[in-house]
């Protein structure tokens, strides 16, 4: 059998490896973050959130036939498609090391030995594996994320160059470059990581089309190769659009045409210049010319994809994030401006203080007939700025970061190397090396991490080596050990890199250093483009795998560096088998081995139920207000997908703000009447009402939210404060609002029983919450008044407290949505307290589903964390019951509970629901319970606070403050708790505990 057919077999071989481990271990359903908005948009042709992947989407769309028909099997075959994704990635890396390593050890026409042969196989076999099992890639292998297929499209991208490369001396080989650029073209519609190839293509054109390559010419090729990616990135995929856009504005606006004339106009203009120099170049020769023109035109055909996002905006979907339907909104939602923008080479510190407001580009919107003015781009000029800021957030919690972390004071104002140390300590330190040991020496666990020793970091499982870095490691807590993600790599996997990496550039240097500058500027550079703030919503892990998966390549490699250093005395073949054996064990057999339960999402159902609990929460013909991805997405993927409560009207308020997100709502979507919003486009359109203030004018007593609604809609200048530029905004004059309450509508509607008419409010009366009203509670009032309690009003209960608007009085848990009800307000009542105890009954008991959290076998940080939510909604409902004095039923609940939640702890937040369960379970009389789940509780705090205690007293520094302090308090009431119930012996023995962890630490509180 020959090279290519052993080659061809062995990594079909990977590949079916690598498919089946991802089919095997793939979520079920859907999962947390964007997947549920992917899967919903892909089924539907949808928009999604900037800047867009219409190609994922249409290629998501193909797997989703395969579910023919069930809805509920169309989020499993979505993620199937990532799975085979990955898999194909998984068999071009292969087939991309063994070109590597067979250019090293074969030359031009020689014939290869069996040593070799099994050398370049192992090779490709081991470096392909250890990336099928590698932390970061596995992750997005199971779920329907972009990132799986744009990690094939650079695959595919970086082993074409090596056939080009293989090629290039043959005619025609100049098609392998095309199809790169093609390629490129296509995955812009996927994500733009596969753009940051380019610079290594570029330099292995250099040393192929160089026969003595010298250092002017590597500078001048890595200068050419980030010009080529800029040109792309900005030329292309920006500038392109944006031309067009202005075509389209003087069309419009001066010559009076119809909306798209311009960009029609200006797309001929363009096809006809790239058509007259093609045609150039082919006449006079022009071979470079000819092919640069060709790579333009192959590239904006792939980036073409794009037209699927204007078509199906104009078409007004569901989800239609931005509603790019003409040339501006869609280059907006290309610049990604919905995010704002951060500073690169020069700007602000976090205490740079404001000092003017400048305006830079005209914004334009689409009018009736033309193109309107919708204000000014603004940016702000400050009093200090720094060359390379990397600390230019003012969140108040990303200055405290910043100071923690930095030793500052609050006089200190960072300079270069304050930002550089900040971008080493942080960026590069906790944001990539961090996610690069996981992947390659061990984690600690899957808890999110901001930077603590004993969360999310990683470890190797050599104590020694570990206790320098984290402390010591002698007596590991639960957090850790009983995590999933405890996986120790013992450093072999980097070992076998770094080998394969120093084996590779004492072998080839021209191509170690293309597959360094692959793994530079997937990894590190991306640090440098993102900036990132601190105490990010979720790891970022995924957005590296680029330089992870040329690391894999030198994992690979690795084998013949094993066979040349190590058993080089064997002979070749015994060698090169013993070599690849050696790797096989070293990495992938140990990354699978040891990762296999914490990718395993086979039994997960959470991100589908708590959706399910979300809309089943509500009444019929509900408003919902949401606001993160994760209460938000999941529901989208529900109703969407498998039309679950149709009739729910959803409401992102991270969206709320934006005129094309207003003119969705007042449209009938699904089985949901267009929301009571009897505002015109004209009052709330981009540039229009953005932000109102407040201005005390000292009105005695609550003014009716329908007449400040009035003011903050009115046209009358009087009813508008001046500006310093002469213009004039709406404004609130008081903060004091009530709502009238008619309480035969109430009753008609079904809001409140008849019998319960007596606790009906005359009128809800607050004090609003803000200094400032944005569009989007503009809305929310005008939905206020003209709703007249016709639908149900819900917040999802994980919605910020101040986007309620101030209403927290009236708001009544009924599971996972707080209800609006017109009830007198209880001032001296808790929020927690206010319960409609017989709907929540009736949800947990009837309806709600729980993800399976109790025999899944791996559940994802987000999956543990909702536990919690879940346990909440228990504890509510038992002590509701127990107050109405309906304890049977108070007792069922108690045994749903038992069912269905599992045994293990989550963390400290699940310690802390099972703790107040045990407290309910006191009430009830269920003292043996109750005694068990105390003595689990205290167990679970005992080993986790002997743990801080030994890594703060080796690192002579407190740690984990937060986590000592929650579990002493926590394990002091507890012990009150027993006492309290006549449990003396368990309370002294708590006691017992209590004050030996506080003497631990009582050196660290006398210092604070």
């Not at 907006?332 to 205490?351: H, I, K, T, V």
């Not at 997937?522 to 483009?529: F, R």
């Not at 509670?777 to 005008?782: E, G, I, R, V």
């Not at 999956?863 to 919690?868: H, M, P, R, T």
């Amino acid at each position: 059998m020959n090279y290519s057919k052993i080659n061809n077999l062995t990594g079909w071989l990977c590949f079916l490896i690598a498919a089946v481990t991802y089919i095997l271990t793939l979520e079920p359903s859907v999962s947390f973050w964007d997947c549920g908005e992917f899967i919903a948009s892909a089924l539907k042709m949808q928009v999604v959130h900037q800047p867009g992947a219409p190609l994922f989407l249409m290629i998501q769309r193909f797997f989703s036939l395969f579910a023919f028909g069930d809805a509920e099997k169309v989020a499993y075959f979505m993620n199937v498609g990532s799975a085979m994704a990955s898999a194909a990635t998984i068999l071009f890396l292969f087939w991309t090391i063994t070109a590597l390593a067979k250019k090293v050890l074969i030359k031009e026409n020689e014939e290869i030995s069996k040593g070799n042969l099994i050398s370049i196989m192992g090779a490709g076999a081991v470096g392909a594996l250890a990336y099928t099992f590698s932390d970061s890639f596995w992750f997005s292998a199971v779920e329907s994320e972009v990132y799986a297929l744009s990690s094939l499209f650079t695959a595919i991208v970086f082993w074409g160059i090596l056939k080009w490369e293989a090629k290039a001396n043959e005619t025609g080989a100049d098609k392998w470059l095309l199809f790169i650029a093609y390629i490129m073209g296509l995955s812009i519609g996927i994500h733009l990581l596969n753009l940051l190839t380019i610079p290594a293509i570029a330099f292995v054109y250099y040393f192929k089309k160089t026969e003595k390559p010298t250092t002017a010419g590597m500078i001048k090729t890595g200068i050419i190769g980030i010009l080529i990616l800029a040109v792309i990135q900005y030329g292309i995929i920006q500038y392109l659009v944006s031309f067009g856009a202005y075509f389209d504005l003087f069309f419009v606006n001066t010559l009076g045409m119809s909306f798209g004339s311009g960009v029609i106009v200006f797309a001929i203009l363009v096809i006809a210049g790239l058509v007259y120099g093609i045609r150039y170049s082919i006449k006079h020769q022009k071979r470079v010319l000819n092919l640069a023109l060709l790579s333009t035109v192959l590239i904006i055909f792939g980036y073409c994809s794009f037209a699927m996002i204007i078509i199906r905006a104009k078409a007004d979907p569901n989800l239609n994030n931005s509603d790019p339907d003409n040339a501006f909104s869609f280059l907006s939602y290309l610049n990604r401006e919905q995010y704002g923008d951060r500073p690169l080479l020069f700007g602000p510190n976090y205490n740079s203080q404001k000092v003017n407001l400048t305006q830079g580009k005209t914004l334009y919107r689409k009018g009736d007939d033309k193109y309107e003015v919708a204000g000014k781009k603004t940016d702000y000029e400050y009093d200090k700025t720094t060359p390379f800021p990397r600390m230019y957030s003012d969140d108040g919690r990303h200055v405290g970061y910043y100071k923690d972390m930095m030793g500052f004071d609050d006089n200190h104002f960072p300079g270069l190397f304050d930002n550089i140390s900040f971008l080493f300590k942080y960026q590069i330190g906790q944001m990539y090396m961090r996610y690069f040991m996981w992947n390659f020496a061990g984690r600690q666990n899957d808890d999110q991490g901001q930077g603590s020793l004993y969360e999310g970091q990683w470890l190797s499982g050599i104590k020694p080596i570990d206790a320098i870095m984290l402390g010591d490691q002698t007596n590991l807590p639960p957090s850790i050990v009983d995590s999933n993600s405890y996986n120790r790599f013992f450093f072999l996997p980097l070992i076998l890199g770094l080998m394969g990496a120093i084996w590779q550039f004492s072998r080839s240097q021209r191509d170690a250093g293309t597959v360094a500058l692959l793994f530079f500027f997937t990894g590190l550079a991306i640090v440098l483009y993102l900036n990132q703030k601190p105490l990010e919503p979720r790891e970022r892990d995924y957005a590296y795998v680029g330089s992870f998966y040329a690391f894999a390549i030198w994992i690979g490699l690795s084998v013949l560096a094993i066979r040349e250093w190590v058993f080089k005395k064997l002979t070749p073949a015994n060698g090169a088998i013993l070599a690849t054996a050696t790797g096989l064990l070293a990495a992938p057999v140990l990354m699978a081995a040891q990762g296999w339960d914490d990718h395993d999402r086979s039994t997960k159902m959470v991100a589908h139920d708590i959706a399910v609990d979300y809309l089943q929460s509500c009444a019929p013909n509900a408003i919902l207000f949401t606001y993160g991805d994760n209460d938000t997405y999941p529901l989208w993927y529900a109703q969407e997908v498998e039309n679950i409560r149709p009739d729910i009207k959803l409401v992102n308020l991270s969206l709320f703000d934006t005129d094309w997100y207003i003119n969705g709502l007042k449209r009938v979507t699904n089985e949901s009447a267009a929301l009571p919003i009897s505002m015109k486009p004209s009052q709330y359109v981009q540039g229009v009402r953005d932000v109102m203030y407040y201005q005390d004018y000292k009105i005695a007593g609550s003014v009716e939210l329908s007449n400040i609604l009035a003011i903050l809609l009115s046209e009358d200048p009087e009813d508008k404060l001046p500006l310093q530029d002469g213009s004039r905004e709406n404004f609130i004059p008081t903060k004091n609002f009530k709502l009238t309450v008619n309480k035969a509508d109430v009753i008609k509607n079904g809001v409140v029983n008849a019998a319960d008419s007596s606790k009906i409010a005359p009128a809800l009366e607050w004090s609003f919450n803000k200094n400032y009203v944005t569009k989007g509670t503009l809305a929310f009032f005008d939905i206020l008044v003209h709703n007249n309690w016709e639908r149900p009003i819900y917040f999802a209960s994980t919605v910020p407290s101040d986007q309620y608007n101030g209403l927290d009085n009236y708001l009544y848990n009924e599971g996972l949505a707080l209800r609006l009800l017109p009830l007198k307000a209880d001032t001296s009542a808790q929020k927690a307290e206010l319960i409609n105890t017989p709907v929540l009954y009736k949800n947990v008991m009837d309806k709600f589903v729980w993800g399976n959290v109790k025999n899944a076998k791996y559940l994802d940080p987000q999956s543990a964390d909702d536990i919690s939510i879940f346990t909440n909604i228990f504890n509510n409902t038992i002590s509701g019951l127990i107050r109405e004095n309906r304890v049977e039923d108070a007792k069922k609940v108690v045994n749903r509970y038992f069912e269905v939640m599992p045994d293990k702890f989550y963390g400290m937040r699940s310690m802390m629901g099972t703790y107040f369960m045990a407290e309910n379970l006191y009430l009830l009389g269920d003292t043996k319970r109750a005694n068990t789940l105390i003595e689990k509780s205290a167990a679970y705090i005992q080993k986790e606070l002997t743990y801080l205690a030994d890594v703060s007293a080796s690192k002579r520094k407190f740690v984990g403050g937060q986590n000592v302090q929650l579990g002493l308090s926590f394990l002091h009431q507890m012990s009150k708790t027993a006492e309290q119930n006549q449990q003396t012996k368990l309370s002294q023995s708590l006691t017992s505990q209590f004050e030996g962890l506080e003497s631990r630490f009582s050196a660290y509180f006398s210092q604070q």
